[in-house]
């Protein structure tokens, strides 16, 4: 009796622990984001269920193959009936090839919809991703989805013709006032 009770309480924590350790992270990672004309994305992931308590970190991998830098913009967001309900988003994050941090994104929204933004600046050719990171709240099936937009960092010479130009169009309206007058 006390050999099948000791079998039993083996059996239960072997069962427990694996359970825990089945469930614990979960997503599909990396995926390699499909860049439209090298300058924007849609990426995301969907949880399936029965995953209550359980984490993830997807990543979502790009390359930039630029002479010029480039910013970085991106955005994700879930939405769920109530706060206790599919998934919350505890952060996003962009990396270079390297796994050197970039920079960390932020918040700006939480509960029931979840929104978070990471800004990059002047990124040279390299191989990058953007980490999301998460919880499952419900063991419902949950999902998020963002944007990502890649644009060349305007040289010096573009703000000089912009400044030349507002200066003629200054000019211009200075000398119609005067001749109005």
């Given at each position: 009796?006390?050999?099948?009770?000791?079998?039993?309480?083996?059996?239960?924590?072997?069962?427990?622990?694996?359970?825990?350790?089945?469930?614990?992270?979960?997503?599909?990672?990396?995926?390699?984001?499909?860049?439209?004309?090298?300058?924007?994305?849609?990426?995301?992931?969907?949880?399936?269920?029965?995953?209550?308590?359980?984490?993830?970190?997807?990543?979502?991998?790009?390359?930039?193959?630029?002479?010029?830098?480039?910013?970085?913009?991106?955005?994700?967001?879930?939405?769920?009936?109530?706060?206790?309900?599919?998934?919350?988003?505890?952060?996003?994050?962009?990396?270079?090839?390297?796994?050197?941090?970039?920079?960390?994104?932020?918040?700006?929204?939480?509960?029931?919809?979840?929104?978070?933004?990471?800004?990059g600046g002047n990124l040279g050719s390299?191989?990058?991703?953007?980490?999301?990171?998460?919880?499952?709240?419900?063991?419902?099936?949950?999902?998020?989805?963002?944007?990502?937009?890649?644009?060349?960092?305007?040289?010096?010479?573009?703000?000089?013709?912009?400044?030349?130009?507002?200066?003629?169009?200054?000019?211009?309206?200075?000398?119609?006032?005067?001749?109005?007058?």
């Amino acid at each position: 009796m006390k050999k099948s009770l000791i079998a039993a309480i083996v059996l239960a924590g072997a069962s427990f622990g694996s359970t825990a350790v089945q469930a614990q992270v979960i997503g599909e990672s990396p995926q390699a984001l499909d860049l439209v004309n090298d300058t924007a994305a849609f990426f995301g992931d969907t949880l399936g269920e029965g995953n209550s308590g359980s984490t993830f970190a997807d990543r979502f991998t790009f390359t930039i193959d630029s002479t010029v830098g480039i910013n970085v913009d991106a955005i994700v967001g879930s939405v769920s009936r109530t706060p206790d309900v599919g998934l919350d988003i505890t952060g996003l994050w962009l990396f270079d090839g390297n796994d050197n941090l970039l920079s960390q994104g932020s918040a700006l929204q939480s509960g029931a919809a979840d929104v978070w933004r990471v800004a990059g600046g002047n990124l040279g050719s390299g191989d990058y991703y953007l980490r999301v990171n998460g919880t499952m709240v419900s063991n419902d099936a949950a999902s998020f989805g963002g944007a990502v937009m890649l644009m060349p960092v305007p040289e010096p010479e573009t703000y000089g013709m912009m400044l030349g130009g507002l200066g003629v169009l200054g000019y211009l309206a200075r000398r119609r006032k005067a001749k109005q007058g």
